[in-house]
């Protein structure tokens, strides 16, 4: 039986390179190769919806892929796809490198420039320890792969413009549709999600900042299982202490939960810090909510073109969300959408605080009337982003989401190249 590769590589030179080595290589079968770390992902996941035995025994990571760095992307292959094999192809041959990629999942390292007796015997070493795996397993048929869930950051154009509301109506409408959902709140100096929902709890993101291995064990001490069913990871109470979780963690944190819950919703807040940096660079959709005045439009043009300069996410992989609409006001959505170069959210949030105002102050924004116009708004969001199941996202459809013409979502979320 043929081997499956892999090759996961971003440069043109290094793919034509890799890719001849591999043709060369004694029942070797190399597949079409992917150029980025969001498209191997998206590649494993679909093939493993199909079945495990249609995923490739080895994948080969160039340590230029990205926008997710090289040891991280191997962490989530091998902890989502375990059947998986993979290789990483690296000029650093020093021991540090090795016992980290080891420690990331890898099964081997093949070092630049490229040998074709090296990069044989690890080929042929991992497809045999993918092969014994998936025998072991019974042929692929009970291997875990992850649930493989959806990542939407929510960022705010200023401050009080309603992005914490937002994100945690999202969850809640995901979570209430029958997705595991967990809601995590990187705003985290001035992170309101435990007040919003009435929570105290001890632990925060903080406590796993430092944490190189996130098992589920320790994932689930860190999270509060909230009334509602939604996993909430929180922001820590000291403020100073936000430093401590930078964007290396942000992408481990991220990467474990996205392997236990389908829907990930996280709140950014108004400030960008690293850690909302890499959330909002590796999420599938990535938010931006204003109101319809001039100062908060002003800030989500300035947000966006600050993502588009660091290389975060373009302008047009960004969703605005117009919160506290109304006929009357001057600024309408096609006018935002076309200030901001984004692609505008189709449901638009009325402006009605009187029917928010008794559950923000009690802390039970969980408890809004199903029928006010603002909750049936934001579960019609959610709809629209695709984070309910089929069946609640007809029920939010019927009760009365309001929805106005033009791109309905993000065109392609696709992630920025390195």
Known sequence: ???????????????????????????????????????????????????????????????????????????????????????????????GLFAAAMDSGARGLVTLPLSYEDLANRVQAVAQWSVGVRRHLGHGADVFTGVGGTVVTV??????????????????????????????????????????????????????????????????????????????????????????VTDRAARQILGALRSRYEVVVVDCGAQLSGAGAAAVELAERALLVTTPDVVAVRGAKRTVRMWDRLQIRKAEETTVVVNRHTRSTEIQPPLIQKITGTAIAATTVPANFRELQAAVDAGRVHALDGKGTVRQALWALAAELGLVKAPETALVRRAGGRARGGDRGAAGFRRRRE
């Open 155 to 244: 960022s705010g154009a200023k401050g009080g413009v309603g992005a914490t509301l937002t994100a945690v109506q999202l969850a809640l409408a995901a979570q209430a549709s029958g997705r595991s959902t967990a809601l995590v709140d990187l705003d985290l100096q001035s992170g309101d999600v435990a007040s919003y929902l009435d929570v105290q709890f001890r632990r925060s993101i903080v406590d796993l900042a430092a944490i190189t291995d996130i098992s589920p064990r320790i994932l689930a001490e860190a999270v509060f299982r909230h009334d509602t069913g939604v996993a909430l990871l929180l922001a820590p109470a000291e403020g100073e202490r936000g430093e401590e």
């Open 1 to 95: 039986m043929p081997t499956r590769i892999l090759p996961a590589v971003g440069d043109a030179d290094a793919v034509r390179s890799l890719t001849t080595l591999l043709s060369q290589l004694p029942d070797a079968e190399p597949v079409a190769p992917v150029s980025d770390s969001t498209q191997l992902v998206d590649t494993l996941a679909r093939l493993a919806a199909e079945s495990v035995d249609e995923l490739p025994e080895v994948v080969v990571v160039h340590e230029r892929i990205g926008p997710v760095p090289a040891l991280e992307l191997v962490r989530e292959v091998a902890l989502r796809f375990p059947a998986v094999g993979v290789i990483l192809v690296t000029t650093d041959v020093g021991p």
